[in-house]
C-alpha cells in the first residue's frame, strides 16, 4: 500500500464511526478488507473524439494514473 494510500485508509479507521469495528477487527484485516474493497471500484473513462485527439489521450492517461493511484480499477 502506497502512503497516499495508507494515509486515506489511516483516516477513515480513526474515524468515530469506525470505533466498533476497531473494537472488533484486527487492524490488518481491516487493512485486508479496505483495500478489497477498493480493488472492486472500478472507473471507466470516455474514449477520445473529436478534434485534439493527443491532448484527450493525454489527459485521459493522465486521469488514468490518478485513479489508479488510488486503488481503484480503470479500464
Do not use: H
Not at 472488533?24 to 473529436?50: D, F, H
Amino acid at each position: 500500500m502506497n502512503s497516499k494510500l495508507r494515509k486515506e485508509f489511516d483516516k477513515w479507521w480513526g474515524q468515530d464511526e469506525q470505533e466498533e469495528l476497531r473494537k472488533s477487527c484486527a487492524k490488518g484485516w481491516a487493512e485486508y478488507i479496505w483495500m478489497a474493497s477498493r480493488r472492486k471500484v472500478s472507473v471507466e473513462l470516455p474514449a477520445p473524439e473529436g478534434g485534439f485527439i493527443d491532448i484527450q489521450k493525454y489527459t485521459i492517461n493522465r486521469c488514468k494514473e490518478a485513479i489508479r493511484e488510488t486503488g481503484l480499477e480503470v479500464f
